[in-house]
């Protein structure tokens, strides 16, 4: 239907093509680095073709530093959904049934407090937490990823529950049913989905987090994306298995990422944008 | 209770008592969240506020001392704070160009729907899923001579490959790059969801109009970006330096501190000098300049936050 | 069982606008109520103010000898059937039959016992494991009801319920409804845009108008005595037709027309000095035939057994259009003349459209 001079057609193949590289290529070397000999990683002019060896994904899975990192992530990942998701949950369904300046403020706030750059919150947890024996435990890490997946959620959530009719809780409240009884009975159900992914991709920011972790662990709690950066400084030349722990993490986010990607705008922009 | 009497006139305090009623079996549910973010953010906010007003330094033997606006006077004669400050904006915004030219473009190449490029539908969000230390050291590895190869290849079509992460200049550069491989996927996306949303019979007018391909481009799409354009420029203005990981792992903030960006600063004052009275000032100071740059615009942005759902 | 009481009911919206205003109405015990009226009107606002899911701002509201105003929705002892049905997409027929069983620790025996019940009631024993995605229109709307009934309630409250079947549908289930509710006795608020399932529904039918209660009375009255000229013409199909009318000596002048009134009407209109009134005429009480006002046929639809006359009045006549209803058999075609008359029942008004009174 659309008429598009050729050369423009061309031009826009030719950009769509460039960039898949631009994504790819990087990401592909990664990957081949990762299964690459020390030798091959730095032969001169790199080799293209070369015999593959999972050695350095056998030195990544028996450092058991990098195991424990395994945990700590997967602890502090999941603790930090589920808590959240107890918090977020619950306002989302609030939201859905407020009016009027509390929820325009409530939204705008939290949005407000996501943007704010996480390096102005680090400094009072680091004094605090010093004080509170809080530093380098599990609880202290998931607390601070309250900090951005509250609102994400919400904020994920809040669009999706806007599509439940707003009959189906008048019915339950003319059928008897208490706010707390139709939240469960009757919205959670239907939210199953919506709750799923906004979970996935609360899970996929924490497990990505970098800078609480850095400086909130020390060597209990240390997290995955924290091991992989000490793996540079005290291993500095071994790039395969950076290489390699690097896949592992990756790998993970970008699979759940695919599954909730449609949802993702709400959740980052708080729905600034119209979806 | 008792016996209401003939409609009231409008009463404020009764509507007020209205939306009350209508929300009260809700707040309770609202309430812990909110408690959690108060507590969580605001008050370490105000927190840091206090703690820019100490001395307070944990590689000092002296205790905490109040000392007042002095720590923020200190930043006026700190030339590596000035620096960082010009650096930051370096990082912020040439990535941010790039980021809105591609992200443009790409969202342009699935509005169009040519075919053969289903697959990059696929893969152009791949980045967004990325950890940003990952990201970072991915950069690093292509821009370490022969690990990445960047250098040979460019060698083979007769470009002499720069110094891309030991040479200031170079070192901004590979940062931006990698900037603008991480976040472009999110240009993209919000530009893309808004293209849909636009009425097709608008393109259709402008076509029994007579306009050409560029110019319905030029007429119709981009102008009904601008509202978009605005908000993706916030968000990455206000989250630019989430850039933190990829500076930490290919730069450290070098060479010479030529990549230092303020938030990086604030870190190195705070938790390696353990200065984190100053470290609080830096920091403050510059979400105030945030603040202060995206104040009006941000109010022109959110206006309709809340409103829909 | 009950009756419904509403005092000076009032609703005004946070805004400012008010959806209801000083509503007086009382509803008996097992009868079957039809609120009506133009979309915006209000008539919805009352319900859901009966049912406890708008808050009243104003007046009062009594179910049986209870004061309702501030009593939760569960308390009231009604049910209500809502036009989207609202029915709960991840449960079974049963499931959304008995949820307002389980809700109030109704026992499990019990409970299926009082939904094989509703659902036998409603022919809908067949479907009970199925989900609402797996019915029909029709069907839904009997699980709908079958979720008001399984309680027992003391009222119910009906929010177009029929609007989102199609015709020939709504046509049945409309007299299905009346059926069971007469059997069933309980006291029935129905909500309806639609005239005449109004008229055909109602013990009495209340019609609304911007808010405000207009008339309430039973279909019959409503027709032959409307209150005001709105109600004369939201009620009837095809609507009245109002004249512009002007009172002489020898009674009223309307279309080169005169109308005679009798002695008591005559006494009305002079008593209260009116020169100028609206005649309003139904369609039936247009009698054509060689004598009368001359105007031309500019349509005429076949209904079957009746069919629609539509006529231009004479151009002095301000290009008014008169319908008409003849019968079926007519041999009326388009820019025939013909002549008419008005008899013998004639609506008079005021300007601003109250009733005067009628002939006959």
């Keep these: 239907m659309r008429v ?33 000999s020390r030798l091959d990683a730095f032969a001169d002019p790199p080799k293209l073709f070369f015999t593959p060896t999972f050695a350095a994904y056998g030195e990544v899975f028996g450092d058991p530093a990098f195991l424990r990192a395994i945990g700590n992530s997967l602890i502090v990942s999941t603790g930090a959904v589920a808590l959240s998701l107890l918090i977020a949950v619950p306002a989302a369904y609030a939201l859905r049934h407020i009016v009027g300046p509390l929820r325009h403020h409530t939204l705008l706030g ?49 669009p999706i529950w806007a599509a439940i009719p707003h009959d189906l809780s008048e019915a339950a409240r003319i059928d008897g049913a208490t706010p707390f009884q139709t939240l469960v ?91 | ?107 342009l190449v699935m509005n169009e729907r040519l075919p053969g490029l289903g697959w990059l539908r696929v893969i152009f969000i791949i980045p967004m899923f990325f950890p940003p230390i990952v990201m970072g050291l991915l950069w690093k590895v292509l821009f370490t001579p022969q690990l990445g190869g ?58 029994i109009d007579g306009a050409t391909w560029v110019q319905r481009i030029r007429f119709v799409t981009l102008p009904l970006l601008r509202q978009t354009a605005l908000v993706v420029i916030v968000f990455r203005i206000m989250e630019g330096l989430a850039i933190f990981p990829i500076i930490y792992v290919m730069t450290s903030g070098g060479p010479a501190g030529s990549t230092e960006t303020t938030n990086y600063y604030a870190y190195i004052t705070g938790f390696e000098f353990l200065k984190v009275g100053y470290a609080s000032s830096i920091i403050l100071t510059f979400l105030a300049i945030l603040v202060a740059i995206l104040a009006p615009s941000t109010r022109l942005v959110l206006k309709n936050v809340g409103e829909r759902g | 069982m009950a009756e419904i009481r509403l005092t000076k009911l009032s609703k005004t919206y946070p805004n400012g606008q008010a959806a209801v205003k000083d509503l007086d109405l009382s509803i008996k015990d097992g009868e079957f109520l039809v609120l009506v009226g133009p979309s915006g009107c209000g008539k919805s606002t009352v319900l859901r103010m009966i049912a406890g899911l708008e808050e009243i701002t104003g007046g009062t509201l009594h179910i049986g000898d209870r004061l309702v105003n501030e009593v939760e929705p569960k308390e009231r002892d009604i049910a209500m059937v809502f036009q989207s049905y609202a029915l ?21 025996a019990e409970k299926d016992r009082r939904v094989r019940e509703a659902a036998a009631i409603l022919e809908l024993t067949d479907y009970l494991d199925r989900r609402p995605a797996q019915l029909s229109g029709g069907q839904r709307q009997r699980v709908a009801m079958g979720r008001a009934i399984v309680r027992q309630p003391s009222v ?166 008169l319908i008409v209803r003849v019968p ?23 300007e601003d459209g109250q009733r005067i009174a009628a002939t006959n």
């Design chain 1, 4 to 36: 598009r001079p050729r050369r423009i057609t061309a031009g826009l193949y030719t950009f769509a093509i460039v960039w898949g590289l631009f994504i790819l290529v990087p990401f592909a070397w990664l990957a081949s680095l990762s299964i690459k």
């Design chain 1, 110 to 158: 939290i949005l407000l407090i996501r943007m704010v750059p996480g390096m102005v919150y680090l400094l009072p947890y680091f004094v605090f937490y010093n004080k509170a024996h809080l530093m380098d435990t599990h609880i202290g890490l998931i607390i601070v990823h309250l900090i951005f997946n509250v609102p994400l959620i919400i904020w994920m959530l809040t």
């Design chain 1, 185 to 275: 009975m009757v919205d959670l159900p239907l939210m199953k989905g919506g709750i799923l992914a906004a979970s996935i991709l609360a899970f996929i920011f924490s497990w990505n987090e970098f800078l609480f972790a850095l400086i909130l662990s020390r060597r209990e709690v240390v997290t995955l994306p924290v091991a992989i950066v000490n793996f540079l400084a005290f291993e500095g030349t071994e790039w395969g298995k950076i290489a390699a722990a690097s896949m592992f993490i990756v790998t993970p986010a970008i699979v759940f990422g695919f599954l909730v990607r449609r949802y993702m705008i709400s959740g980052l922009t708080g729905g600034a944008v119209k979806g």
């Design chain 2, 1 to 107: 209770m008792t016996d209401a009497t003939a409609a009231a006139p409008l009463d404020r305090a009764l509507l007020r008592r209205t939306r009350g009623r209508q929300n009260r079996g809700y707040r309770r549910f609202l309430l812990p969240a909110i408690v959690t973010i108060v507590v969580l953010t605001i008050v370490p906010l105000i927190f840091t506020l206090g703690l820019s007003l100490t001395s307070l330094s944990y590689s000092s033997i002296r205790g905490p001392r109040f000392i007042g606006l002095e720590n923020y006077a200190d930043l006026f004669g700190d030339a590596r704070f000035i620096a960082s400050l010009w650096q930051s904006a370096v990082l912020i915004f040439v990535p941010l160009i790039f980021q809105l030219v591609f992200g443009f473009m790409l969202a």
């Design chain 2, 150 to 207: 960047i250098n040979h290849y460019l060698g083979l079509i007769g470009i002499s490959g720069p110094a891309w992460l030991s040479d200031p200049t170079m070192a901004l550069i590979s940062i931006s790059v990698a900037a603008v491989w991480g976040w472009t996927p999110f240009v993209t996306i919000m530009f893309y969801t808004a293209m849909q949303t636009f009425p097709s019979d608008l393109y259709e007018a402008s076509r």
């Design chain 3, 88 to 108: 709960y997409p991840h449960m079974t027929v049963a499931e959304n039959i008995g949820f307002p069983l389980r809700l109030s620790r109704v026992a499990k």
């Design chain 3, 156 to 321: 119910y409250l009906l929010d177009e319920p029929l609007s989102n079947l199609d015709a020939k549908l709504r046509d049945k289930t409309r007299t299905e409804m009346v059926d069971l509710q007469a059997r069933l006795g309980v006291t029935t608020v129905y909500v309806t845009h639609d005239q005449v399932e109004a008229m055909t529904m109602g013990d009495r039918v209340a019609v609304m108008k911007d808010g405000v209660l207009q008339q309430c009375a039973t279909p019959r009255e409503l027709y032959a005595s409307p209150a005001n000229a709105f109600v004369a013409g939201f009620i009837g199909t095809p609507a009245m037709n109002f004249l512009p009318a002007d009172v002489t000596a020898q009674g009223l002048t309307a279309a080169g027309l005169t109308v005679a009134l009798p002695g008591e009407l005559r006494a009305v209109l002079d008593r209260q000095s009116h020169s100028q009134v609206q005649l309003g005429v139904r369609p039936e009480d247009v009698k054509l035939g060689e004598s009368g006002s001359p105007a031309r046929v500019i349509g005429v639809e076949e209904l079957g057994p009746e069919a629609i006359v539509r006529l231009a009045l004479p151009d002095a006549h301000a290009r008014r259009q």
């Design chain 3, 328 to 350: 079926g058999d007519t041999l009326l075609t388009r820019d025939e003349t013909v002549h008419f008359n008005f008899g013998p029942k004639v609506h008079v008004f005021t």
